[in-house]
Nanobody, 128 residues
Framework: QVQLVESGGGLVQAGGSLRLSCVAS????????MGWFRQAPGKERGFVAAVSWSGGSTYYSDSVKDRFTVSRDNAKNTVYLQMNSLRPEDTAVYYCAAGSQQYFSSAYITRLGEYDYWGQGTQVTVSS
């Protein structure tokens, strides 16, 4: 019903920047909360950031706040994750996800189970 494709990952040195993109298709894009999650080797997939249906509200994990910026362009069916001041601990596979949530609440948007659709992931590697 919804297909998500991430891109923009790669290898970057510490302190550098990357911009991830996620293009959605299938259902009305603006009806979904869009989230970014990441999974490092040997670790559980965890929440990174989310943006509301309209793009007017955002929420970030403490580990990325003030460094990452999530945004969306509904006209282009695309959500972005601008990552600045990257650290080696940011190394992970990054996934975008779409959820048909009624409320933009941290009680829900940080949970993997609240998202209905997932992209294939894009690798981000930050070297020291």
């Amino acid at each position: 019903q919804v297909q998500l494709v991430e891109s923009g990952g790669g290898l970057v040195q510490a302190g550098g920047s990357l911009r991830l993109s996620c293009v959605a298709s299938g259902r009305t894009f603006s009806n979904y909360v869009m989230g970014w999650f990441r999974q490092a080797p040997g670790k559980e997939r965890g929440f990174v950031a989310a943006v509301s249906w309209s793009g007017g509200s955002t929420y970030y994990s403490d580990s990325v706040k003030d460094r990452f910026t999530v945004s969306r362009d509904n006209a282009k069916n695309t959500v972005y994750l601008q990552m600045n001041s990257l650290r080696p601990e940011d190394t992970a596979v990054y996934y975008c996800a779409a959820g048909s949530q009624q409320y933009f609440s941290s009680a829900y948007i940080t949970r993997l189970g609240e998202y209905d659709y997932w992209g294939q992931g894009t690798q981000v590697t930050v070297s020291s």
